[in-house]
């Protein structure tokens, strides 16, 4: 584990370390948990793994699928 100690610029960002935007990828998840906050990768969840193994019947019922299969 390595502890790193940065500021804010006068706008309020901060700037990540190459690495750990690297570990991150393109978009996070910001938990605040009160007394900290995490930064989590979002990781898309790739659809065509569920190909061939989910049988939908109307074009309904796909959506609300498509919509829970992203939210992990």
Known sequence: ??????K???QGRLLLPKEIRE???DE???V????????????RVDLRRFF???EVEELKEWEKL???????
Request: cysteine-free; hydrophobic content about 45%; charged content about 40%.
């Open 32 to 43: 605040d948990l009160g007394d900290r906050v995490e930064l989590l990768p979002r990781k």
């Open 28 to 30: 996070v998840i910001i």
């Open 8 to 10: 804010f610029d006068s």
């Open 66 to 72: 498509k919509k829970e299969l992203w939210a992990e």
């Open 52 to 54: 061939d193994n989910v």
């Open 23 to 25: 570990k991150l990828g």
């Open 1 to 6: 584990m390595e502890v790193l100690v940065k």
